[in-house]
C-alpha cells in the first residue's frame, strides 16, 4: 500500500509567522492524535530562485507575504480520509474568522498526492 500526502501551500503576512506557527502546532497535535504519520509546516526562506517558477510569482506574493509549504503523511488515501474526517469534527467549531485573520482561505492551495517516490517503506 503506497503512503498518502495532503499538501498546501498558503501565502502568508510575514507578521503572522508567529500566529500561524501557534495554529500549527494545534494542527500537528491533532492530526498527529488522530493517526496521522508525520506532518511538516514550513515557512519560505529561498523563494527567489533562478529556474521554474518561483513560489512569489506562482503564489502572487506581495512584498511583505512569504509562503507556508506544508505536507500531512498518510497510510493510504483511505487513512487520509479517515483521518481528516476526525480533524475536521474536532475542528467544526473553530472560528474562521480567527484562521482569515492569519492567512486568506481564499488564496490557499491544498490537494491530495499519490507517493511516487518515497525512502519510506
Known sequence: MSRYVDGYVIPIPKKNVK????????GMKTWMKHGALD????????????YGLPFPKLCKLKKEETVIFAFVVYKSKAHSQQVNKKVHKEFEQMDKKQMEEIFSLKRFSVGGFKVLVSNKK
Open 39 to 50: 506532518y511538516y509546516e514550513c515557512v519560505g526562506d529561498k523563494l527567489d530562485v533562478p
Open 19 to 26: 500566529k500561524y506557527k501557534k495554529m500549527a502546532t494545534l
